[in-house]
T-cell receptor, first 113, second 117 residues
Framework: KQEVTQIPAALSVPEGENLVLNCSFT??????LQWFRQDPGKGLTSLLL?????REQTSGRLNASLDKSSGRSTLYIAASQPGDSATYLC????????????FGQGTTLQVKP | DGGITQSPKYLFRKEGQNVTLSCEQN?????MYWYRQDPGQGLRLIYY???????QKGDIAEGYSVSREKKESFPLTVTSAQKNPTAFYLC????????????????FGSGTRLTVV
């Protein structure tokens, strides 16, 4: 059974720092991996999607990497800003034809001005 | 603008009552999903549907029911059999590639917070 773990559960950094969020999964047979952002009491916003054949994806100050063989993904946030404060969720899509996502518990990020 | 609309934003359920959460999308997406989120936890899949008039149970389907009569709509009913329904419910949709799972990311609604009173 696929399990997704995110470390750390919470992170507090001063503005301007570069930071890394970690995601690990137990079954390497995935179709893709996605990173989402969730603000308090809101729905999820898709940040980056990495297909199983890809190694990384970039969008602005965000860079996500994928190492299927080791079951790991990282989300790198450059030059963090207070507006980046949110919960970041990692989710993997299994190789079956269902589109179902298995989510980690998330990392709650606070960026202090 | 295309997107997913969930309603209501807040819902209160009395003991023994069935309630229905609405989810509508105008993205022309094939697949729709219902997830449940509890405090400090990730999302768990309740039900999903890949085509009209067909749906499958997710990991925590007990006490819930769904229908998919139209491509745009995927309502979720929380029945009295669901003993702990207080949670944040999120609906999502995605395009389905004919050859496999979605190549494109999910789109999520803004959620419905259900509370038992």
């Amino acid at each position: 059974k696929q399990e997704v773990t995110q470390i750390p559960a919470a992170l507090s950094v001063p503005e301007g720092e570069n930071l890394v969020l970690n995601c690990s999964f137990t079954d390497s047979a995935i179709y893709n991996l996605q990173w989402f952002r969730q603000d308090p009491g809101k729905g999820l916003t898709s940040l980056l999607l990495i297909q199983s054949s890809q190694r990384e994806q970039t969008s602005g100050r965000l860079n996500a990497s994928l190492d299927k063989s080791s079951g790991r993904s990282t989300l790198y946030i450059a030059a963090s800003q207070p507006g980046d404060s949110a919960t970041y969720l990692c989710a993997v899509c299994g190789s079956g034809n269902t589109g179902k996502l298995i989510f980690g518990q998330g990392t709650t990020l606070q960026v202090k001005p | 603008d295309g997107g997913i609309t969930q309603s209501p934003k807040y819902l209160f359920r009395k003991e023994g009552q069935n309630v229905t959460l609405s989810c509508e999308q105008n993205l022309n997406h094939d697949a729709m999903y219902w997830y449940r989120q509890d405090p400090g936890q990730g999302l768990r899949l309740i039900y999903y549907s890949q085509i009209v008039n067909d749906f499958q149970k997710g990991d925590i389907a007990e006490g819930y029911s769904v229908s998919r009569e139209k491509k745009e709509s995927f309502p979720l009913t929380v029945t009295s059999a669901q003993k702990n329904p207080t949670a944040f419910y999120l609906c999502a949709s995605s395009i389905l590639d004919a050859t496999g799972p979605p190549n494109y990311g999910y789109t999520f609604g803004s959620g419905t917070r259900l509370t038992v009173v």
